[in-house]
């Protein structure tokens, strides 16, 4: 099973690259692309419902049928190149192709994508690819309005082979770091995960997910350092414990186990919506219902 947590007592820490350039805080120019894919074009998720396509280049949004909603991302916010948008209703949609067509998306820099339902209270967007990096967003439904920006293109990926993430950034290799995986087992899942909260200090029990603290494979332990992957409770976290197998064999239950000073260094430099790949391993794939699943 993949660890995760019962309590966590932290501070999220704010990555230097948020620091890098102004958060956009206006609407989309009116040079900004219409984001728009034709309908027969979107592919189906695993788990998801299939969505239309937003309305064509030329057409506005149409009167929402519903209340203003929320929007998963903060007007403002940067956020990573694989960060989908989630807009949850307050009351369940019975039209969503009525629902989808008063959704506006638009960018500076053209991505076309698509929705996809995970209830019917939320319905997500997001590209057919990664956002392009350093790209403006605006996102309009119901009168709730966000308008925030895609950060520089960090993804990281791991491979089970050779116990390595290498981190890069607008395709530059920046950092490697030996890591270990899940064991026999608690095989971490291949798949796309995507970056969400960063905890300095976290506490990570067994019992959660049904391991008793006493029983071999249980624990109870404080991490630092830890960068969730998944909803699950797969995380890059510190682990000095396991610094001697990381590069060379997995001894996890599921979490990217690393030194203290690569922990540190992925917390601090990564931001919510930073894509991870992870490829190699006998653990099936992340869910793409995960929540931080979207991409498999």
């Not at 501070?11 to 609407?27: E, F, V």
């Not at 969503?96 to 319905?123: D, L, M």
């Not at 993804?155 to 890591?179: C, S």
């Not at 029983?215 to 797969?234: F, W």
């Amino acid at each position: 099973m993949d660890e995760k947590p019962m309590h966590y007592e932290a501070n999220t820490r704010q990555s230097h690259w948020l620091r890098r350039g102004l958060l956009l805080s206006a609407a989309i120019a009116a040079t900004g692309a219409l984001i728009a894919v034709p309908a027969q074009a979107q592919p189906t998720l695993p788990g998801f419902g299939a969505g239309s396509s937003q309305p064509a280049v030329n057409e506005p949004a149409q009167p929402a049928p519903f209340a203003p909603p929320n929007i998963n991302i903060a007007d403002g916010e940067t956020v990573g190149v694989a960060q989908p948008i989630a807009i949850t209703f307050k009351e369940p949609v019975e039209d969503r192709a009525a629902a989808e067509r008063a959704i506006k998306v638009t960018s500076s820099t053209n991505a076309p994508g698509y929705f996809y339902w995970t209830s019917s209270k939320q319905v997500r967007w997001k590209p057919t690819e990664f956002w392009p990096a350093n790209t403006d967003v605006t996102v309009v439904a119901g009168g709730t309005t966000s308008s925030f920006h895609i950060g520089d293109a960090l993804v990281a990926t791991v491979d089970d082979a050779t116990k390595m993430i290498v981190v890069t950034i607008n395709g530059e290799v920046v950092r490697e770091m030996p890591t270990s995986l899940g064991k026999p087992g608690y095989e971490t899942p291949n798949g796309t995960y995507i970056v969400g909260e960063r905890l300095e200090k976290m506490t990570m029990d067994s019992s959660t997910y049904g391991v008793p603290v006493t029983d071999p494979e249980g624990y109870k332990l404080e991490v630092e350092y830890a960068t969730r992957l998944s909803n699950s409770g797969i995380f890059v976290h510190a682990a000095p414990w396991s610094v001697g197998q990381q590069g060379y064999s997995n001894a996890s239950h599921g979490c990217l186990n690393v030194s203290t000073e690569d922990g540190k260094w992925f917390l601090e430099n990564t931001r919510r919506g930073d894509a991870v790949i992870v490829t190699g391993t006998q653990g099936g794939t992340l869910s793409a219902g995960d929540g931080l699943g979207d991409w498999n």
